[in-house]
């Protein structure tokens, strides 16, 4: 089999092996892996829905690009590309770019957070709407910039799909409404980035 079936300018390596994103205001999503890189980029299927353009960051347990065996290295790359996928059992194919064009100039960061806020574990029902249809969820973390809410819908929600959500305050006894937009989505719920602030309802 050809290393570089796509005619590439850089010649891309067949290499297995289980990845975490990191996206800067969600924090870590599980399950995608990696299957061939080159100097410049890397592909890697998995269930969550990513737009094109987004940046990212994707670790690598004993990463092909170290010096030993056993290191965990972490990169921050730009997603060129998405496919749908038939005969994986992921749903998607993803192609990304490393932001650093020259691997000596890479900066290599191993294992560092890049949540912009704090995230906190939780459990709480809610309500949101979109398109004037209402829908119960779960949020399973929060924090100032947004929340993963657990959904029961069979389909994902569209990544830059914008929304209300109701959040009831058990404490004050009253409702918290905030409009949210997609970041990222899967089969088991997405990623929300809160687009104001607050108010009481």
Known sequence: MSSNPEKRDNTRFDYQAPIVLEDAKFGVLQGARMFNYSDF????ETDHFLAPETDIYVGIP???YAPDPDIYERYHTLIKWRKPLKKSSFYYGYGVRFLKTD???RP???GIESRKHPRKL?????KYA???Q???GEVRNISLGGVFLRTHQNDSIDVGQRFKLAVLNRKRGNVIKRNGKVIWSNRSGFGVEFQRLARKI
Request: net charge negative; charged share 20%.
């Open 62 to 64: 004993n990463s092909p």
């Open 122 to 126: 939780c459990s709480l029902d809610v």
């Open 130 to 132: 979109i398109q004037k």
């Open 41 to 44: 980029g890397l592909y890697f």
């Open 103 to 105: 691997p000596l100039d």
């Open 108 to 110: 290599i960061e191993r």
């Open 134 to 136: 209402i829908f119960p």
